[in-house]
């Protein structure tokens, strides 16, 4: 039957699956947009949680630093890096004192077209733009978190008088959500600091940590360090948008960067968790298109935001373009062929791509995987996943491992929600519980 379209890099592609059930097709739960960015931006500025509007905050100061995420995610930037200027410049802060960082962690450089793409062309112009370098910026060391991570910062966003942190809440499937603290961690940390708090994945002995998992906070050991560092920095504000999947801005919230966050992950959770009621033998998952599926990595979260959903043994068809190819250390990992092995050599030379292999190691011993992508074929089976050339031959796939009918799910925009397995009659613990930090 037809089930629309699904989103392969900047196509959207006709699905039309035949010889199976469909159960259902998931998508957030995201009315339409009730208000107008501006609108939404202005009502969470004027009432911010927590703390005082950023105004007052900013009244004397004499520089400020809004901190964003890169082009790799789309929150809004261009509408509300406008409104807290203009909250700041209502404090008497011209805008040469103000800046604004990209802060993406351990991701690629941007180039100047790149920055008028987030912010706007007059935009760009009006603020300082800087980008961060997580190897070779300037760093200054706060101290460490409990957890053992050293906190290294940018200098230049430490030696700004207001430092606001901004950002696009969604499922995450480490850190619990993005949002909040994660401008400042991964954002603008030192390389060392990311290793630190990425490492946190594994758990003591063995294996990826519990407490790791999508939609979940209060346990969660990566969360809880990266709030840790954040507090050292002292942030002085903070905006975060929920946005649906279409990217439209649906919520803002602002003010304290751990309350605001708190609030923002609560609707989160609301409109973006989707829950069957019993598993599929089939998932057909895309990772949202461009930007979302640029490369491997970021393309990881089509099946790990979802894969709870598929029965042990069932298949996944994972739709990513990867037009920027992979991260070689994926392939360095996946030649390790013991499971016993993988587990130990992540240990002992942990890179940002060690838990991301382990993670993966689990899903394909659980379920069988196919990869329509752009990757050569070598690489896809290299990875342990089945190399798809089309749609097309996905789909005939599916049918060769199901040849009597199957039941399927298919998740267009797997990057800003996930899908849970509740069976019905079960009764679980509110997922709200979760959300609560430890101080």
Same mark, same amino acid.
């Given at each position: 039957?037809?089930?629309?379209?699904?989103?392969?890099?900047?196509?959207?592609?006709?699905?039309?699956?035949?010889?199976?059930?469909?159960?259902?097709?998931?998508?957030?739960?995201?009315? #339409?947009?009730?208000?107008? #960015?501006?609108?939404?931006?202005?009502?969470?500025?004027?009432?911010?949680?927590?703390?005082?509007?950023?105004?007052?905050?900013?009244?004397?100061?004499?520089?400020?630093?809004?901190?964003?995420?890169?082009?790799?995610?789309?929150?809004?930037?261009?509408?509300?890096?406008?409104?807290?200027?203009?909250?700041?410049?209502?404090?008497?802060?011209?805008?040469?004192?103000?800046?604004?960082?990209?802060?993406?962690?351990?991701?690629?450089?941007?180039?100047?077209?790149?920055?008028?793409?987030?912010?706007?062309?007059?935009?760009?112009?009006?603020?300082?733009?800087?980008?961060?370098?997580?190897?070779?910026?300037?760093?200054?060391?706060?101290?460490?978190?409990?957890?053992?991570?050293?906190?290294?910062?940018?200098?230049?966003?430490?030696?700004?008088?207001?430092?606001?942190?901004?950002?696009?809440?969604?499922?995450?499937?480490?850190?619990?959500?993005?949002?909040?603290?994660?401008?400042?961690?991964?954002?603008?940390?030192?390389?060392?600091?990311?290793?630190?708090?990425?490492?946190?994945?594994?758990?003591?002995?063995?294996?990826?940590?519990?407490?790791?998992?999508?939609?979940?906070?209060?346990?969660?050991?990566?969360?809880?360090? =990266?709030?840790?560092?954040?507090?050292?920095?002292?942030?002085?504000?903070?905006?975060?948008?929920?946005?649906?999947?279409?990217?439209?801005?649906?919520?803002?919230?602002?003010?304290?960067?751990?309350?605001?966050?708190?609030?923002?992950?609560?609707?989160?959770?609301? =409109?973006?968790?989707?829950?069957?009621?019993? #598993?599929?033998?089939?998932?057909?998952?895309?990772?949202?298109?461009?930007?979302?599926?640029?490369?491997?990595?970021?393309?990881?979260?089509?099946?790990?935001?979802?894969?709870?959903?598929?029965?042990?043994?069932?298949?996944?068809?994972?739709?990513?373009?990867?037009?920027?190819?992979?991260?070689?250390?994926?392939?360095?990992?996946?030649?390790?062929?013991?499971?016993?092995?993988?587990?130990?050599?992540?240990?002992?030379?942990?890179?940002?791509?060690?838990?991301?292999?382990?993670?993966?190691?689990?899903?394909?011993?659980?379920?069988?995987?196919?990869?329509?992508?752009?990757?050569?074929?070598?690489?896809?089976?290299?990875?342990?996943?089945?190399?798809?050339?089309?749609?097309?031959?996905?789909?005939?796939?599916?049918?060769?491992?199901?040849?009597?009918?199957?039941?399927?799910?298919?998740?267009?925009?797997?990057?800003?929600?996930?899908?849970?397995?509740?069976?019905?009659?079960?009764?679980?613990?509110?997922?709200?519980?979760?959300?609560?930090?430890?101080?």
């Amino acid at each position: 039957m037809t089930e629309g379209s699904i989103p392969y890099g900047t196509r959207a592609v006709p699905l039309s699956v035949t010889g199976g059930r469909l159960v259902r097709r998931l998508t957030p739960h995201t009315p #339409p947009p009730a208000d107008s #960015p501006r609108e939404l931006l202005a009502a969470a500025l004027r009432e911010p949680i927590g703390s005082d509007r950023l105004s007052d905050i900013a009244r004397g100061k004499r520089s400020a630093a809004i901190l964003i995420p890169g082009k790799a995610r789309v929150a809004g930037t261009r509408d509300y890096v406008a409104a807290l200027i203009a909250e700041l410049n209502a404090a008497g802060m011209p805008d040469e004192r103000i800046a604004v960082f990209l802060a993406d962690g351990t991701h690629e450089q941007h180039l100047h077209s790149d920055i008028e793409a987030l912010l706007g062309t007059g935009l760009a112009a009006r603020v300082r733009c800087l980008g961060h370098d997580c190897r070779r910026d300037e760093v200054v060391e706060l101290g460490m978190t409990s957890y053992g991570t050293p906190v290294l910062f940018n200098r230049r966003v430490l030696e700004s008088e207001v430092k606001i942190l901004t950002g696009r809440i969604v499922p995450h499937y480490f850190a619990g959500f993005s949002g909040g603290r994660k401008a400042l961690v991964p954002g603008v940390a030192g390389f060392p600091t990311i290793l630190a708090n990425h490492r946190l994945t594994l758990d003591p002995t063995r294996g990826i940590h519990p407490g790791v998992r999508l939609c979940s906070l209060l346990q969660n050991p990566v969360h809880l360090d =990266m709030v840790e560092g954040a507090r050292m920095a002292q942030p002085d504000f903070c905006l975060n948008t929920l946005m649906d999947a279409e990217d439209r801005m649906l919520s803002a919230v602002a003010g304290d960067f751990e309350a605001a966050h708190q609030e923002g992950c609560r609707q989160a959770l609301d =409109m973006l968790r989707v829950v069957l009621e019993e #598993p599929v033998d089939v998932l057909i998952s895309s990772a949202g298109g461009s930007p979302y599926d640029d490369n491997f990595m970021q393309s990881l979260k089509a099946v790990f935001n979802v894969q709870e959903v598929v029965r042990p043994g069932g298949t996944i068809l994972w739709v990513a373009e990867c037009s920027r190819g992979i991260n070689p250390g994926f392939l360095s990992w996946a030649s390790v062929e013991s499971d016993t092995e993988l587990d130990r050599a992540v240990r002992e030379r942990y890179a940002l791509t060690g838990h991301n292999s382990l993670m993966l190691r689990q899903l394909i011993r659980r379920v069988e995987v196919g990869l329509w992508s752009g990757l050569p074929p070598d690489t896809v089976n290299q990875l342990g996943l089945h190399p798809i050339a089309s749609l097309e031959e996905g789909l005939s796939w599916i049918r060769q491992r199901h040849p009597r009918g199957f039941t399927y799910a298919v998740v267009p925009h797997a990057n800003v929600m996930c899908a849970a397995l509740e069976p019905t009659g079960v009764v679980k613990t509110d997922e709200r519980e979760t959300l609560g930090h430890v101080a």
